[in-house]
């Protein structure tokens, strides 16, 4: 327990800092903490804390005046059929499918942190 909460708090200030750490940092940290979950779960419990993290985040964003109006919009344009294609497959992809996705996905955003 403890260790999440640090985690939590970890990824609160990376998040509003930099935006890194909702999704990818996030997701790696669940499957440390949590590795008997399932991709799903852990896909789901993700995006169930970053969205009002994010949002919080966002709002200090958007008091302080640095938010792309247009940018957003574009991204939620994509972003949204995304969610529910992604949502589905989730539920009908093989889970060991799932696992060497998510595994090679994370390995690729810490690289690309690292570089």
Do not use: C, Q
């Not at 800092?17 to 991709?39: E, F, H, K, N, Q």
């Not at 709002?59 to 938010?67: A, N, V």
């Not at 497959?89 to 955003?109: D, Q, W």
């Amino acid at each position: 327990v403890a260790a999440t909460i640090i985690a939590g708090t970890a990824l609160g200030t990376l998040v509003t800092i930099s935006s890194i750490g909702a999704g990818a940092v996030g997701a790696t940290i669940l499957v440390l903490l949590y590795p008997r979950l399932s991709p799903a779960e852990i896909a789901g419990t993700d995006i169930a804390y970053a969205v009002p993290l994010t949002a919080l985040a966002a709002f200090g964003h958007w008091w302080l005046g640095s938010i792309n109006w247009e940018l957003l919009f574009m991204l939620l344009v994509g972003s949204i059929p995304g969610i529910t294609i992604g949502s589905l497959a989730a539920r009908s992809v093989p889970e060991k499918f799932l696992r060497g996705l998510l595994a090679t996905t994370l390995t690729g955003v810490a690289v690309k942190l690292v570089l």
